[in-house]
């Protein structure tokens, strides 16, 4: 237990909570192993053949910190030969792939971090839906061109140790790798140069978080955030060694620096899930615990379950079970991330912003959500419905009400783009949900239409206004007399 007394500052209180379950340093790690470790002797042998047969590549790897450091090709992608990708090239035995592993050789508290976060595990938590929609709506090929490039793929060798096109090249956020390891830090900080300034600009998130299920792309740039970001980046201080907000640089927040940043004493992360209470992206949100196992892996919870005890083993979405070490409560993720608000706003100001968020969301859940999936839950039940999904017009319907326009709006909220809460969010699932999702669910539901759907809306409270036909407004272009 932290024990911290009532005198003690806030924010120390606020700090501490965080530290105790995630224990990672406030400064970015030094590279601790010895230098003896890289600098491979055929390093130069690799530089160069590939100045003359790729010479953009061996260009990208001239300007980067590690040819500055003295780490060649040979010290990433060495291999053993009893590696599952191992191959042998001009004599040498190489691996294709840079894992993550093999970055944390060198990068050991990164990895550390990255391991369970929702990016590591962005491949496994949907592996089992993915032909659901991506083969039978689309077809087996979509899924290499679009969801495996951001979610990542199940990388797969050959018999003859080269990698199968049909799961490579992939440098998506989970990937997992011929090695087990899962992601990919390339993802981000691109191959071979490993910009830090990269990273940390919102155009290597939205190359992934653009569109209908993660709008962040769009909702940041017509935030005021992203309205600060644009006029401002020439003061970002983007390349700069380390990166703290409201010490390094006040111009503008990106996407790093809320879920990822150090700002103040709050140290920098690699799990950029860490901060976030709500899951956005599910047909209910749900407030989230972070649990942390005893092997560095993480896995988020639903907060209205009851919170796992330390000891307890837990099955993770990959299958393998990990013991509990601590378990972080929603309140902590709220206080770590409106720690890096504090650095701009005052504390009345992000405390409100965060009542307001929340809202939202709740709004979204109780009116919308959680209606809409009892409505199906009890057309599945009643066998009105096939279990195939998108076979039926209303399964469409349900999913871009909460996959496309509920992210929308909870998302618009959370990054405060009114547009994005209303027009292209709220507005959208209610003129759904009231003139698709609910004749489409009465004309499956038949007969069964006032138990299964008008019952449910009556129980909710929130859809009292269908039943007062004579509220006459202007807003349809009909004065209130004229309307009558």
């Excluded at 224990?23 to 600098?39: E, I, M, R, Y």
């Excluded at 592996?127 to 979610?151: F, I, K, T, W, Y």
């Excluded at 307001?356 to 859940?365: I, K, S």
């Amino acid at each position: 237990m932290c024990a911290i007394p009532v005198s003690i500052p806030i924010r120390f209180v606020l700090l501490c909570a965080l530290t105790l379950s995630i224990a990672v340093p406030a400064a970015a790690d030094k590279v601790k192993l010895d230098p003896s470790n890289w600098g491979h002797e055929a390093g130069s042998a690799c530089v160069s053949c590939h100045t003359k047969a790729s010479s953009g590549l061996a260009q990208q790897w001239q300007d980067s910190a590690h040819a500055a450091a003295g780490v060649n090709c040979m010290d990433c992608h060495r291999a053993e030969r009893s590696d599952v990708d191992a191959i042998e090239h001009e004599g040498q035995v190489i691996a294709t792939i840079v894992s993550p592993k093999d970055c944390g050789r060198c990068h050991t508290k990164e990895l550390e971090e990255q391991q369970g976060s929702v990016h590591a595990e962005a491949y496994s938590i949907i592996e089992d839906r993915l032909p659901a929609l991506a083969h039978n709506v689309g077809g087996a090929a979509m899924q290499a061109a679009s969801c495996d490039q951001c979610h990542g793929s199940r990388v797969k060798v050959r018999g003859d140790g080269t990698l199968d096109p049909a799961t490579w090249p992939n440098s998506g956020i989970g990937r997992i790798n011929p090695d087990g390891s899962k992601g990919s830090c390339s993802s981000c900080h691109g191959r071979h140069r490993f910009s830090k300034a990269q990273a940390r600009a919102p155009e290597a998130c939205v190359r992934c978080h653009s569109g209908p299920d993660s709008p962040d792309k769009e909702v940041f740039e017509a935030s005021k955030h992203g309205m600060v970001y644009v006029a401002h980046r020439d003061e970002m201080n983007l390349d700069a060694a380390e990166w703290v907000a409201g010490r390094d640089y006040t111009a503008a927040p990106t996407c790093v620096t809320c879920h990822m940043g150090a700002a103040g004493k709050l140290p920098s992360t690699h799990d950029v899930g860490l901060r976030n209470v709500w899951s956005l992206n599910t047909p209910v949100s749900k407030r989230q615990f972070l649990v942390i196992f005893e092997d560095g892996h993480k896995m988020e919870l639903p907060a209205d379950e009851p919170a796992p005890r330390r000891g307890t083993e837990l099955t993770r979405a990959d299958g393998t079970v990990g013991t509990v070490k601590a378990v972080a409560t929603p309140e902590r993720r709220r206080q770590a991330m409106s720690l890096v608000c504090l650095e701009c706003h005052g504390k009345g100001f992000t405390e409100s912003f965060m009542r307001q968020f929340d809202a939202v969301v709740e709004l979204y859940n109780t009116k919308f959500g959680e209606p809409a999936r009892a409505i199906m839950a009890g057309l599945y039940e009643r066998g009105l419905l096939t279990p195939t999904a998108f076979d039926e017009p209303i399964e469409f319907t349900y999913w871009e009400l909460w996959h496309d326009e509920g992210a929308r709006a909870r998302h618009g909220a959370s990054m405060m783009s009114p547009n994005h809460a209303w027009w292209e969010g709220m507005y959208l699932v209610g003129r759904n949900f009231y003139a698709r999702f609910l004749p489409e669910a009465r004309a499956a539901a038949g007969e069964h239409a006032d138990e299964l759907v008008d019952a449910v809306l009556r129980a909710n409270g929130q859809h009292e206004w269908l039943d007062q036909p004579g509220q006459a407004s202007a807003i349809l272009g009909f004065a209130p007399q004229e309307a009558e």
